[in-house]
């Protein structure tokens, strides 16, 4: 069954803040990884969270709390270019599992 | 370096036709894996090679699926004989370091989309 839970899609300006939450099973529990896929396209990873915290690149950032069994990626400045789809997905027991994943759609 | 290179980029087919999908990781990573995508079940890992050797192929839906990796730079994944449920876009991706740590980066082909009628 699925491990890794997000909500579906949100819709949001551009030049806005968006974030997109995500849930997991702790059993085997290695990290959470975050990737982005447009449209006909392939995912790209974005970033990797091992080890509570926060982790920036650039306009994205990406949240871990190990405790809560909970992450975040967090969209700042948001652009025409990022409506796409956002995956977590994380090591558990031994295979990686990808969240179903939540569309995010900007506009202007 | 030109990526992962999957061919071929769409495919479509009759029920009961064998399908071939050809894959080619980016040279030097020694792990790759093959995802299934579908709206309904989203993106599913099908099978892990480390060294091109099968680690997980506990994602495989059944037996006419196969896989394989005769050499570092070459994977293909058949399905024989195809069904409309197959209908999905197949990624390959590789790695440096396969699925230890799970921190490892994936770069993804392009994938084929495969059409079964």
């Known amino acids: 069954g699925q491990s890794l839970e997000q909500p579906s899609e949100v819709t949001a300006v551009e030049g806005a803040i968006v974030q997109i939450n995500c849930t997991y099973q702790t059993s085997g529990f290695y990290g959470l990884s975050w990737y982005q896929q447009h449209d006909g396209g392939a995912p790209t990873f974005l970033s990797y969270?091992?080890?509570?915290g926060l982790e920036e690149t650039g306009r994205f950032s990406s949240f871990l709390s190990r405790s809560d069994s909970y992450g975040y990626l967090l969209l700042q400045e948001l652009q025409m270019k990022d409506s796409a789809s956002y995956f977590c997905?994380?090591?558990?027991?031994?295979?990686?599992?990808f969240g179903k994943g939540n569309q995010v759609v900007v506009i202007p | 370096d030109a990526g992962v290179i999957q061919s071929p980029r769409h495919e479509v087919t009759e029920m009961g036709q064998e399908v071939t999908l050809r894959c080619k990781p980016i040279s030097g990573h020694n792990s790759l894996f093959w995802y299934r995508q579908t709206m309904m079940r989203g993106l599913e890992l099908l099978i892990y090679?480390?060294?091109?050797?099968?680690?997980?192929d506990s994602g495989m839906p059944e037996d006419r699926f196969s896989a394989k990796m005769p050499n570092a730079s070459f994977s293909t994944l058949k399905i024989q004989p195809s069904e409309p449920r197959d209908s999905a876009v197949y990624f390959c991706?590789?790695?440096?370091?396969?699925?230890?740590?799970?921190?490892?980066?994936?770069?993804f082909g392009p994938g084929t989309r495969l059409l079964v009628l």
């Open positions: 090679f480390n060294n091109n050797v099968p680690i997980d």
């Open positions: 969270n091992g080890l509570d």
């Open positions: 991706a590789s790695s440096l370091a396969g699925l230890a740590g799970g921190q490892e980066t994936q770069y």
């Open positions: 997905a994380s090591l558990l027991n031994n295979r990686l599992a």
